[in-house]
């Protein structure tokens, strides 16, 4: 089932391709095992008429092994998650690469900061929908809305946060792999939902910077 | 207890009521079950209707559906032959009111309207609920509530389009989405709809707490009730948080208040946070029933006590506590602070494990029984099998760092409609278990078989596909996935999906036929037709009078005792007295 996930092309990606593909060996073995268990029951105990049930109301200790083996195994999930969503959500690596992102109905409002190198000020460069940046660098997205709450979602770099109107979410990623990749809104954002998608294109240092030069002259700080 | 129970046995004598008394403003709780039966049964129909409209847009967006063409601009637009192209603004309110629909006017008026009504008073040998005026007034808010809801389809601008979660800002101001008095008309419903479950939680839990025929200890209630007690608290705590929330949201889009509105001071969170601190324990308001029901139905037809009464108990209590704090797992890519998605996921894990609880004292309960497998006993097993599938992908979402990818995906999708859609097995299931104390007669076995095979199969075809689709990244709510290059190669799985839909929506045909049917024509039902040992199939008459019991049953022991080496039937009915001569007992 996981091979139609997206390739992942994110530094932080294959850390939660690999808690998915845990998670997914374990529950296809729970769910194997009760399906089994279920099915056999079925078979082996329907009634034919010529037995009795199994007079009996219970027991303990199974109560007690069925607890706490999924616990362990939950509690434990929870540990290996922490971690991962920390790099992601909550420490943004330091960066010299930072724009802007401004949701809207129905677009992705992108700003570089312009020759002042500040972002926010009269002079940033702005575009609809398409995200240029150098591959292999961490690159700071500070994400906004102008109306409704909207999501940035680029399923190659396994990376989803909502803009919310009213506050600006600092977001990362840092691509491993040039190429033009899918960045669709996720969160229902009125009847122009469907559609709201830009791109993100990942380029060569060379690449972006002839880009830079081109675009954005001159190129951000 | 008893004395409120006494009271009743002496309206066992039959009175005309007339028509109005009997069939229209009923004060009998068998009565007013049976009314929210009827009123989910319609309720249903529309329902899943817009769920096939969904569906076909998925599966060949922008074609025309048969039909359809009767509908005017904008709301449709012609395609050939009296066909209509369903445009996106439509779709958004497609999805929106199915979801509203199949939530707040199926599986509950259904799960906890009518069976909590007609079962409670009957399973705990009580005369009728404890307030019986409040009982019909509940289902006729109900009602009210159901005809605000379907007359936002017909009012301009069409019904409300923001989700069934109504996000604000997207719903707090008519501009966003472009619905004005529909969005208003959905918040007043739930507002009404509200107000009814209230008045329903508050009869069920005094009913339960005071009017438990002698003997019936707390612990010796079958888990339908447990399940049904737990439930009615949990309502009566959340639905005040939604109401305050639909009011904030009401006066914020026609007063101007800002509660969620930032350029006002308001916070788009806070709707967020308040709907879930209601929506969280609403999801376990749905499926608690569906567990007592499938915990009754398993331990009746495999002849065995259900295995770990008080463990199947005290994991619903632990469900209804933790239920509490897991709401911010809806949040975690919300913008909330990145620490309290931690906490949350935490919370989330370890409600993962009174669910788990259950499904392997299911599992112990069919363990070395005597399995009928009649129609409810399928339908039973089925939900069992979509709980199990449905808890397990949730494991996926509580865990953050995997949630950030599948969050607001398809695979979101399939885990809510195997919990949630998988509830409608144990529904099924309780109708054709309790369809004869209901109306006096047995459905249709054969009909039954056939709905159920294909119920399973098409409901499986439909829904385990979206986990893929998940995987694949493609997003929920979308009107025409065709657009995103990185799910072109997925849309057959679209169409598959919409296929089996289309089917799954066909094979309730079978269910109809039968119901009706057999309301007519079926078989007379017999006093206790699954040789059960609850109080409403051997102390009530079939079908039980105004006042339920002839004398007041007692009750000498728990609702569990199949192939019980006392006797020799495999089942011993609650208020069976074994204490008295073998003369009685050979009766």
Redesign the interface.
Known sequence: ??Q???ENVSTFGP??DS??YL??Y??AV??IL??V??VL??VM????GD?????????TT??II??II??AI??V??FM??N???K???HAPESDFEIAVAAK?FNWEVSYAGPDGKLGTDDDVKFDNDIHVPVNKVIRVQLSSK???H?F?V??F??????????T?LVWFEATKPGKY?L????????????M?GWVYVQTSDEYKKWADETLAPKPQ | MSDTAAAHPAQGHHQELGFIRTYIFSLDHKMIGRQFLFQGLFMIVIGASLAMLVRWQLAWPETAVPGLGFIPEPYIYAGPNGGGIIPPQTYNALFTMHATIMIFFVVMPIMIGTFGNFLIPLMIGAGDMAFPKLNMLSFWVAFVSGIVILSSFIVPGGPAAGGWTSYATLSARAQYTGVDLGQNLWIIALLINGVSSLMGAINYITTIVNMRAPGMHYFRMPLTVWSLFITAILLLLALPVLTAALAMLLFDRVAGTSFFLPEGGGEPLLWQHMFWFFGHPEVYILVLPAMGVTSDLLSTFSRKPVFGYHAMAFSMIAIAFLSWVVWGHHMFISGMNPLLGTAFMMTTMVIAIPSAIKVFNWLGTLWGGTIRLTVPMLFALGFVSNFLIGGLSGIFMASTPVDIFIHDTYFIVAHFHYVVAGIVFALFAAVYYWFPKMFGRMMNVPLGMIHFVLTYIFFNGAFFPMHFLGVAGHMRRIYNPTQYEFLQPMQHWNVFITVSALLLGASQLFFVVNFFWSLFAGKKAEQNPWQANTLEWTAAPTPPPHGNFLTQPIVYRGAYEYSSPEVKEDWLPQDKNLGVSAATRAH
């Not at chain 1, 037995?51 to 027991?59: E, I």
């Not at chain 1, 396994?158 to 506050?167: H, N, S």
Request: contains cysteine; hydrophobic residues 45%.
């Open positions: 089932m996981l139609w996930l997206p850390e939660i808690l998915f998670i997914y374990i529950t729970v769910f009760v399906t268990l279920m029951f079925l105990y329907r009634d034919t037995r009795r049930a199994t007079y009996s109301h219970g027991n199974l109560e069925w607890t999924p616990a939950l509690i999930l929870s998650s922490v991962t969503w920390a992601v959500k909550r109905q109306d409704v709450i999501s979602f399923p190659s396994r990376l989803k946060q909502d803009a919310v109107p009213g506050r979410i899918e669709p809104c996720a969160e229902l954002c009125g009847f122009g939902h469907s559609g998608r």
